[in-house]
């Protein structure tokens, strides 16, 4: 492993270190991912950037405790990872992401807690259960292509479980985006959403997620992004125009 740099991201150098996810504080994404990490670090949410020596971006990881976390994950005195990323193919398999890890673990066993865990998947915008398993964790819970992994130093205490997200799908009929600004790229896609929805005469209702109970109670695994018809999750991630495009016409086609 080269040399590294390890930044704490703060509301004092955000603006300065940027976001790893969006580096262009002049996008729209950006801005409201700030506001949400402002007043989720008041709870304890804390986010740290690794740099190589020439203080170029390698990746990142974001955590909180479990009890606000922006997840349908429930516990008490573990440390929840909410996103952890390597960027480009040359930096991965060289330790960064279990260095990140350690720096979490550190932390939690600092502030007396009792583990650390986090939602993995095969899928998208979610990381994979491999590199946590081969720091420790082993799987808690499991709903659907969602598992919960967990490590704990305290061998007594009560492993965090997944809510049921399914439990209030069915209320939401006819067009439903469900998002929160914990990823900064849901600005822009509920803009090209909202747009695409006007294109094909659909009338696309929009709720944003205000605090990590709401999340915690949101109609997908990944939580802070779910898009239903007629109580049917249709995605549980971001998703683009064209995307977006592709699921209105086969939906249109099947009510044809």
Known sequence: MNSTIIIDVTPENVQEETLFCIKDIKKPGFHAKREWFKKQYQLGLRMKILKDDTHKMIGFIEYIPVSDAWRPVEGKDFMFIHCMYISLNKNKNKGYGSLLIRQVENEAKKKKMDGMCVMASKGAWISDKRIFENNGFKQVDQRGRFELMSKKWEPKAKDPKLIDWTANQGKYQGWHLIYADQCP??????????????????????????????????????????LLHDGRLIEDHYLSATRFRNILKKELLQEN
Not at 191 to 210: M, P, R, S
């Open 185 to 226: 790229w849901h600005e822009k896609s509920v803009f090209d959403l909202l747009n695409t929805a006007l294109d094909y005469g659909i009338d696309l209702q929009v709720t944003k997620l205000i605090n990590s109970k709401e999340a915690k109670q949101a109609p997908s695994g990944y939580g802070v992004f779910s």
